[in-house]
T-cell receptor, first 117, second 115 residues
């Protein structure tokens, strides 16, 4: 079974509108972390937001928020007020086990977001 | 403060050849992880180096090997290249022995094409 599932290969949104990118995950480890990365065409993975499994509140970083529903094992990314520069691939990733600099990440297949004027 | 750097940016090799990719971690970081990202896929973990030793390894054959130097920079070597090795190779750095740090910083990647 896939550990990270992103069911939307592509999403379209108009500038200034909000968009939700879906991510579901599968783990039996009680301690884990969920990440969202943005990858523009240049290739670099840009960290957007992080949610730990024990965090009580949903994470927010500027226009990005993570809708964390633990029982449903979902960690959707919400981008408010989309901008043209948000057009990129978006990856959901998971760290299993306690927080550590040794952690490795398992990524989903990504969602391509296109923002139109 | 320099981020993660990788070289070369692009590389074209022929089947059967060997290739070496290089990574310099973010200043202050001591752990380097390598990921392979095939076209249209998410990155897959190859291996991780800490204190000049391979600490963890993903599901990749022995043709993939690496090295970490005393200055924490790292190399990824791939022998006997196959067409399927064509991918973007990403390096990520972190501070291994910290615990509270959750961020991995990624470099811009090396795009390898095998013909």
């Amino acid at each position: 079974a896939q550990k990270i599932t992103q069911t939307q290969p592509g999403m379209f949104v108009q500038e200034k509108e909000a968009v939700t990118l879906d991510c579901t995950y599968d783990t039996s480890d009680p301690s884990y972390g969920l990440f969202w990365y943005k990858q523009p065409s240049s290739g670099e993975m840009i960290f957007l937001i992080y949610q730990g499994s024990y965090d009580q509140q949903n994470a927010t970083e500027g226009r990005y928020s993570l809708n964390f529903q633990k029982a449903r094992k979902s960690a959707n990314l919400v981008i408010s007020a989309s901008q043209l520069g948000d057009s990129a691939m978006y990856f959901c990733a998971m760290r299993e086990g306690p927080n550590s600099g040794y952690s490795t990440l398992t990524f989903g297949k990504g969602t391509m977001l296109l923002v139109s004027p | 403060d320099a981020g993660v750097t990788q070289s070369p940016t692009h590389l074209i090799k022929t089947r059967g050849q060997q290739v070496t990719l290089r990574c310099s971690p973010k200043s202050g970081h001591d752990t380097v992880s390598w990921y392979q990202q095939a076209l249209g896929q998410g990155p897959q973990f190859i291996f991780q180096y800490y204190e000049e030793e391979e600490r963890q390894r993903g599901n990749f054959p022995d043709r993939f090997s690496g090295h970490q130097f005393p200055n924490y920079s790292s190399e990824l070597n791939v022998n006997a290249l196959l067409l399927g090795d064509s991918a973007l190779y990403l390096c990520a750095s972190s501070l291994g022995d910290v615990g509270a740090s959750y961020e991995q910083y990624f470099g811009p990647g090396t795009r390898l094409t095998v013909t």
